[in-house]
């Protein structure tokens, strides 16, 4: 039976291995903090996953929740332009529904059933000279990082040729909140994106937490302009206070909407930023031992697209499928820059070009598209559900002709 190591207990780390279990192998996973640690702990993230990223959990009995977390029906593109006054909406149906759980839920649920499978967990931090004994002591067959913050990130390098950007592109900010009315435009569960051009975007997700059902506010600020109001971490109730007057003031139409709500937990928000890279799958260890990057490891991309628990899951399968495929052969360094290859073809270069298009001021040809879209739902459908698959914004949206060709064979259909 082959031994497995995953440093981290996030949705790629656990996804893997619980998968790996059902497939026989031996798994330890080292979590920085315990299930209860995790319950009680802070928000991680705004996570919304979509049909395609579901679909690997359902295929091993990771959608624990499904029957509670709001079934996201749609996507709706609103542009606030000037600021304060709604001068686009464009709502897209998803040909599936997406969910999206609070990580505390989920990975704390997640590391108690990996354990009733059989997995083993060690509860503690790792650090690079941790790593490299537990290497060096050539216990495992392979060793992977799937923990995208902290020491270890830095045993892998960025990779110039796939990172465009070299500082933080947008200023997080995000509270989970009860109270929030339905959009009288469109009362069913969808993720809302609106829009604030050369200032950022806000984003209203349907979600799941510890006491239920909630929506998730996330404001994305451009750096240094009137949104990036959370560069420090605030107390709570001020950190909400301030999310909801900068809604009144650029996004009248959610305000409405935000009257009664209040923070779901006494650890309800969270902010931050980080720099969007690619880095090289391999980490490189003092003794001489190599371990293999994954998911945010080694694509960080900014959360402006909501890929990033879906690229996790994605990755997590990319990984099981190459794994799976290798039988008994050794996890050399070729095997492991093979595997993120397989990635990074199949899902990682697709998200990331299409999020690095997303941050920059819309091109002319994606205005027009957003422009048609709000009066042609097919337009406005084939966008909504490139969130579960961004291969396609390849055929049709990042490329002016391939839009023109496409508004015309619409148009002219």
């Known amino acids: 039976m082959r031994r497995i190591l995953i440093i981290g207990a996030g949705q790629s780390g656990l996804q893997l291995g619980l998968s790996l279990l059902a497939e026989g192998y031996d798994v330890t996973i080292m979590s920085a903090r315990t299930p209860d640690e995790i319950r009680r702990g802070w928000v991680m993230s705004t996570q919304c996953m979509f049909d395609l990223a579901l679909s690997h959990e359902r295929a091993y009995g990771l959608n624990l929740w499904e029957n509670e977390t709001p079934r996201v029906e749609g996507l709706e593109v609103n542009l606030s332009m000037p600021p304060g006054q709604r ?7 998803l040909d599936a529904y997406g969910q999206s759980t609070d990580q505390r839920v989920k990975m704390a649920a997640w590391l108690e059933l990996f354990e009733q499978r059989g997995g083993t967990v060690h509860y503690q931090g790792v650090t690079t000279s941790d790593l490299d004994g537990l290497t060096a002591m050539g216990r495992y067959d392979l060793t992977i990082v799937a923990a995208g913050k902290g020491d270890l990130v830095s045993l892998f390098d960025r990779d110039p040729s796939r990172s465009v950007h070299t500082a933080p592109q947008r200023g997080l900010a995000v509270s989970y909140v009860h109270g929030m009315e339905p959009d009288p435009l469109w009362p069913a569960p969808h993720v809302g994106f609106h829009a604030v051009p050369g200032l950022g975007e806000l984003f209203v997700i349907p979600s ?37 007057e900068l ?10 909407r935000c009257r009664n709500v209040e923070l779901t937990d006494a650890r309800a928000t969270l902010s931050g930023r980080y720099t969007p890279t690619v880095r090289r799958p391999v980490g490189e260890l003092p003794s001489g031992g190599i371990v293999l990057g994954m998911a ?16 996790a899951s994605k990755c997590a399968a990319s990984y099981l499928r190459s794994i799976l495929a290798h039988g008994n052969q050794p996890f050399d360094r070729g095997w492991m820059v093979q595997t993120f290859e397989l990635f ?5 270069r697709a998200v990331t070009e299409w999020t690095n298009a997303m941050l920059q001021p819309l091109p002319e040809h994606v205005q027009q598209i957003l422009g048609a879209a709000a009066s042609n739902p097919a337009i406005a459908r084939r966008f909504a559900n490139g969130f579960s698959d961004p291969n396609d914004f390849q055929h049709w949206f990042l490329s002016p002709d391939k839009a023109a060709s496409y508004l015309g064979s619409v148009a002219v259909g």
């Open 87 to 93: 001068a686009l909406r464009v709502p897209g149906q």
């Open 208 to 244: 799941y937490t510890l006491s239920g059902p909630c929506d998730i506010l996330f404001w994305e600020a451009v750096p240094d302009g009137p949104l990036d109001q959370f560069k420090e971490r605030l107390d709570p109730a001020e950190h909400l206070k301030r999310t909801l």
């Open 247 to 256: 809604t009144r003031q650029y996004t009248p139409w959610v305000y409405d």
């Open 296 to 311: 945010d490891v080694v694509v960080a991309n900014d959360p402006i697209t909501g890929q990033g628990s879906n690229t």
């Open 344 to 348: 990074w073809q199949g899902a990682g």
